[in-house]
């Protein structure tokens, strides 16, 4: 054989090969017509120029939310209710975890038991008494009083307003005032906050726009008093009566002209607070220059916005039998008080002090030692009850939470740098657009799909649902929202707060209305 003999002639082809089958049967048939597109750069300058415009117009439209949601009335709206869940989350993460070197909270709690054996006829059907017993709360103080004053405790409040009629008649409230001559005159005596609750001038018969506080059988002991103090204990809640500030003061109209009376827990941060240079710094202490020079108007108005409450104790309902932990070793009342008694919260009922302190056994005072005791009811017949960020808690249980997170805090939650929230805005918007220019091509791709005929595997069906912009930029808007919970957790320990989910649901929104409207 010859050697071109050896050589096969080339087969006729059909018009097709094994390579072209093989991608027809990956991709679809090729365009005969149309010749295959040449490669091009990943992005183009009109793609990036787009992006970049959107980008812009989508943080800018947060800018507007975040710049807005700093007005206390803006924040209280519907526009600041994914912050206000944010902070709620963080409020419930961090409940009853958070042990720090304040001070911790003795509440004697004048509960049903203690009303119920103080009536009339106990185990009866007759109502119980609608006040506390004027009597019950002179022995209260009467026991707290005569402490030894290396078992003293840091400040007393009687979340009671001793200024409604009592129940126990003329002979009770002369004890009462009795008493409270011997606190006034006692020097060991720590600071009394008595809680007041002013009225509508309308209420009393008067012709005022202003809130009147009426007078009581104890205010020439109490004006006089160097350690014993009028106090409001009003708290102010958002469109949806929870409640997330107490109000710092209340211009009050007396028999004596406008007078500003001061939250029960601002006075008492002034008394708790250890180092003198953080109590002047602090950041809630301008409430106390704002008050005496409002209150100078006669037609002082009442405020809708005050400080926030750092919510950190869950004291719900049915806290009775609770266990909280102990102190930080670092808490400075560590070394005068017994550690047995070093617990952040601990509660007792008000009859059994009473009970045992009118018995006349040596009943000890270590229970008092370097706490915060607050004197305040949880029966029923008070109704004192208010929805918070946590739970349904009594006031007093507000109060101890006011308090405390004053004390935590430095003086009062602070916002974050706006400077800081705006560079988290632009991160976010900057993500958000990121996605948008790096899924263009897939995206593209999920369109086609959508619009044909054709069944489509379930890759394809994921790839329609998950780059869809609003899905897409609805995860990255609730990612930043629980990032923003993340840093709410570290910062609240600092005493710092600050706005991010809402700019950035905006922020979101508006990237999602551009991307369809640019088709």
């Known amino acids: 054989m010859n ?111 203690t009303i119920s054996q103080l009536g009339t006829k106990p185990g009866s059907f007759d109502l119980p008494p609608a006040t506390t017993p004027r009597a019950l709360m002179a022995d209260l103080l009467e026991f707290i009083r005569t402490a030894p004053p290396a078992q003293a405790p840091r400040v007393v409040i009687l979340d009671v307003d001793i200024a409604q009629p009592a129940p126990d008649g003329p002979d009770a409230i002369a004890q009462l005032q009795k008493e409270l001559a011997a606190w006034a005159t006692t020097p060991s005596a720590p600071p009394l906050i008595i809680s007041r609750q002013p009225y509508p001038g309308a209420a009393l018969g008067m012709d005022t726009p202003a809130q009147v506080l009426p007078t009581s059988p104890y205010d020439a002991t109490v004006q006089a008093a160097p350690n014993i103090y009028w ?24 028999s004596t002209g406008m007078k500003p009376l001061y939250s029960a827990a601002l006075i008492a941060y002034q008394f708790i607070e250890r180092d003198p240079k953080v109590l002047d710094q602090a950041a809630a202490k301008h409430w106390m220059a ?23 104790f869950s004291l719900d309902l049915g806290f009775a039998n609770r266990a909280w932990p102990s102190l930080d070793k670092g808490w400075p009342g560590a070394k005068a008080c017994s550690d047995s008694d070093s617990a952040v919260v601990m509660r007792l009922s008000a009859i059994d002090i009473s009970s045992a302190f009118k018995a006349g056994g040596d009943v000890s005072r270590d229970i ?57 805005l632009a991160a976010a918007s900057m993500a958000m657009s990121a996605s948008a220019l790096a899924s263009n091509r897939a995206r593209t791709r ?40 993340v840093l709410l957790l570290v910062s609240l320990n600092f005493g710092l707060w600050g706005f991010v989910s809402a700019p950035v649901f905006a922020a979101a929104i508006t990237e999602t209305v551009q991307e369809f409207a640019d088709g």
């Open 3 to 113: 050697e071109d003999s050896t050589q096969h002639p080339p087969r006729k082809t059909r018009g097709f090969s094994l390579a072209r089958l093989v991608r027809e049967r990956r991709h679809g048939p090729e365009d005969p017509i149309k010749p295959p597109a040449r490669k091009t750069r990943r992005f183009s300058l009109a793609q990036l120029t787009a992006e970049r415009r959107r980008a812009v117009i989508s943080f800018s439209a947060g800018l507007i939310v975040l710049l807005l949601i700093q007005i206390p009335a803006v924040e209280q709206s519907f526009l600041g209710a994914p912050d206000r869940q944010m902070m709620d989350t963080a409020f419930k993460l961090r409940a009853d975890l958070i042990r720090g070197t304040a001070d911790p909270i003795l509440f004697i709690d004048i509960d049903d038991r």
């Open 231 to 254: 106090a409001t204990p009003r708290v102010l809640g958002d469109q949806f009566g929870v409640i997330r500030e107490f109000a710092p003061y209340d211009c009050v109209l007396t």
């Open 290 to 312: 704002e008050g005496a020079a409002q209150c100078q108007n006669q037609t002082a108005p009442q405020l809708r916005h005050g400080e926030r409450i750092d919510y950190h």
């Open 368 to 424: 008092l030692c370097q706490h915060v005791v607050i004197i305040g009811g949880t029966n029923t017949s008070g109704g004192d009850f208010v929805q918070t960020p946590l739970n349904e808690m009594n006031g007093s249980a507000v109060l101890a939470n006011a308090v405390r997170g004053l004390q935590l805090t430095h003086g009062g939650l602070r916002p974050i740098p706006l400077i800081i929230q705006i560079l988290l």
């Open 446 to 485: 999920t369109r086609q799909l959508r619009r044909s005929h054709e069944k489509h595997k379930l890759r394809h069906r994921l790839e329609i649902i998950f780059l869809n912009p609003v899905i897409l930029n609805g995860i990255i808007a609730l990612t930043a929202h629980g990032v923003g919970i």
